[in-house]
């Protein structure tokens, strides 16, 4: 999928979890049953799923991925480029490390605008 595909699918839209962080989708569904059940999410089955978006930076530039979790595996449902003006501003402040990063500052305003949520 791509950005244009997302905009079509509202129900996709609404189910975009805006907060979850790589880290705490790991938390929450790869480590499930070790959880303190007092936060805002409980894991009870591998029914139970998340999605989320999250700056991959292992290629040459920073591309974002929506990704759908559960306790059994994480799919990469939609890659989206980032506006140029952005991806520079993105390794100006963050620098190249490879990884998985959360969406937030300018990027995540944007992206946001983009599918009215």
């Not at 799923?49 to 591309?63: I, R």
């Not at 140029?84 to 402040?93: A, H, N, Q, S």
């Amino acid at each position: 999928m791509k950005l244009d595909d997302i905009k079509k699918n509202q129900q996709l839209i609404d189910a975009i979890d805006w907060d979850m962080t790589p880290e705490e989708a790991v938390r929450l569904y790869l480590e499930w049953g070790n959880n303190w059940a007092g936060g805002n999410y409980v894991i009870r089955s591998k029914d139970d799923t998340a999605h989320y978006f999250v700056v991959n930076t292992w290629k040459d530039t920073p591309v974002i991925y929506l990704v759908q979790r559960n306790s059994d595996e994480a799919k990469e449902l939609a890659e989206i480029e980032i506006p140029e003006v952005l991806k520079k501003r993105y390794v100006e402040i963050n620098g190249k490390a490879k990884g998985v990063y959360s969406i937030e500052g300018e990027i995540k305003v944007w992206l946001k605008k983009e599918l009215d949520s």
